[in-house]
Nanobody, 124 residues
Framework: QVQLIESGGGLVQAGGSLRLSCVAS????????LGWFRQAPGKEREFVAS????????IYGDSVKDRATISRDNAKKTVDLRMNSLNPGDTAVYYC?????????????????WGQGIPVTVSS
């Protein structure tokens, strides 16, 4: 059974930074793109970042561009998201996801395995 488990969320002060990690188990991890999405209360799920299977390509959502970095370690089956200059608008449940193919994508429909999500709250 394929699983994605996020960690690293919690309460962060505005202006601070965070690091989210996601570890995978199950199918061949290294050939699929990985992504991070988030969903704030009352809002639709929003794309945050995605990385290709071999880490040669990354894309970012407009709201986090220049503040976020996605990385992966295929040997450890992990994908990390680092964000800085956090603001209350970054408050959301963050999800990691494994793609259906190797290229990065900002579309949720291009991902077929999702973690349970981890909450991040940014206090002002």
């Amino acid at each position: 059974q394929v699983q994605l488990i996020e960690s690293g969320g919690g309460l962060v002060q505005a202006g601070g930074s965070l690091r989210l990690s996601c570890v995978a188990s199950g199918r061949t991890f290294s050939i699929y793109a990985l992504g991070w999405f988030r969903q704030a209360p009352g809002k639709e799920r929003e794309f945050v970042a995605s990385i290709s299977w071999n880490a040669d390509s990354t894309i970012y959502g407009d709201s986090v561009k220049d503040r976020a970095t996605i990385s992966r370690d295929n040997a450890k089956k992990t994908v990390d998201l680092r964000m800085n200059s956090l603001n209350p608008g970054d408050t959301a449940v963050y999800y990691c996801a494994e793609g259906r193919a190797g290229r990065p994508s900002g579309r949720a429909a291009d991902y077929d395995i999702w973690g349970q999500g981890i909450p991040v709250t940014v206090s002002s």
